[in-house]
């Protein structure tokens, strides 16, 4: 009785060393999870703060190009046509 109480407490031991084992690789594996999720999420933030920053650039730069067709229209142009009466 006395050597099958011992193997039980022995198969327990190694239960419990196995479940400490895994629960470490678990926790492990969210962390490294988590992180590599942030690097994600920073990764996107990046490149959607410069696709603003170049929605931005080219649209002063189709303001800038209408300014300047505009200066140079003749002041003919800038009227509409007047409708026969």
């Not at 303001?63 to 046509?81: F, H, I, L, Y």
């Amino acid at each position: 009785m006395k050597h099958h109480k011992e193997a039980t407490d022995e198969v327990v031991k190694k239960a419990k060393a196995e479940i400490e084992k895994v629960q470490k690789i678990v926790e492990s594996t969210k962390v490294k999870n988590a992180q590599e999720l942030e690097a994600m999420r920073s990764e996107m933030l990046m490149k959607h703060q410069k696709a603003d920053e170049n929605r931005e650039k080219r649209l002063e730069q189709v303001k800038q190009t209408a300014q300047e067709v505009g200066q140079r229209r003749s002041a003919s142009k800038d009227m509409a046509p007047k409708a026969d009466e």
